[in-house]
């Protein structure tokens, strides 16, 4: 089974612009998590989105948002990008409620 | 709120034991994860306790004390590829089971 897979793997922004990153779970995993890991604050949860309808959320400003599609590929944007917003952004999928999640590679944001 | 530390960093010998420490404060707590993260890769799942305990999982175990706040991660027969960040990191009670990360311990294990 393929694991999960992210694209870009690699951004670079200017500050004031937006972008979206999107996440494929693995096959028949219905919930997708975004985290932000960053040196100064470690990983933080953003939000999951599970069946379309986003599940759980985490302490991000609004500029953060995220949606999934019928297929379970799930999407997040960022708005009016920050110097801060530079971070690796992580998806990972689990097949419902299970405690265990599987992680992608990753996203390397950096924003000038 | 919650709270969780974890050593920065500690380093060890190859094929010696290394214990990594984990204390957290949180209301509402379900249960505690152990991450294993190499350096640029993908966190990846190593354990999650629910009862107090200790649960070995090959060259790795996971401990918890619930009434002291307390887990540790146990690695023996270390091996070179043991060298990664470990991330200690809690769930709430309600279910979603989403971690709550601390800021990780990052173990060099030496020749």
């Known amino acids: 089974k393929a694991g999960v897979t992210q694209t870009p793997r690699y951004l670079i922004k200017t500050r004031g612009q937006q972008v979206t990153l999107s996440c494929s779970p693995i096959?028949?995993?219905?919930?997708v998590s975004w985290y932000q890991q960053t040196p100064g604050q470690g990983l933080q949860f953003l939000f999951e989105y599970f069946s379309e309808t986003q599940r759980n959320k985490g302490n991000f400003p609004g500029r953060f948002s995220g949606r999934q599609f019928s297929n379970s590929r799930s999407e997040m944007n960022v708005s009016t990008l920050e110097l801060g917003d530079s971070a690796l952004y992580l998806c990972?999928?689990?097949?419902?409620?299970?405690?265990?999640?599987?992680f992608g590679p990753g996203t390397r944001l950096t924003v000038t | 709120g919650q709270n969780i530390d974890q050593p920065t960093e500690m380093t060890a010998t190859e094929g010696a034991i290394v214990q990594i420490n984990c204390t957290y404060q949180?209301?509402?707590?379900?249960?505690l994860f152990w991450y294993q993260q190499h350096a640029g890769e993908a966190p990846t799942f190593l354990s999650y306790?629910?009862?107090?305990g200790l649960e070995e999982k090959g060259r790795f175990s996971s401990f918890l004390s619930r009434s002291k706040g307390y887990s540790y991660l146990l690695l023996k027969e270390l091996q070179m590829k043991d060298s990664a960040s470990y991330l200690c990191?809690?769930?709430?009670?309600?279910?979603?089971?989403?971690?709550?990360f601390g800021r990780g311990t990052s173990l060099i294990v030496h020749p």
């Open positions: 096959s028949g995993h219905r919930s």
């Open positions: 990191a809690v769930s709430r009670a309600g279910g979603s089971y989403i971690p709550t």
């Open positions: 990972a999928s689990r097949p419902g409620q299970d405690y265990e999640q599987y």
């Open positions: 949180t209301s509402g707590f379900n249960g």
């Open positions: 306790n629910v009862l107090d």
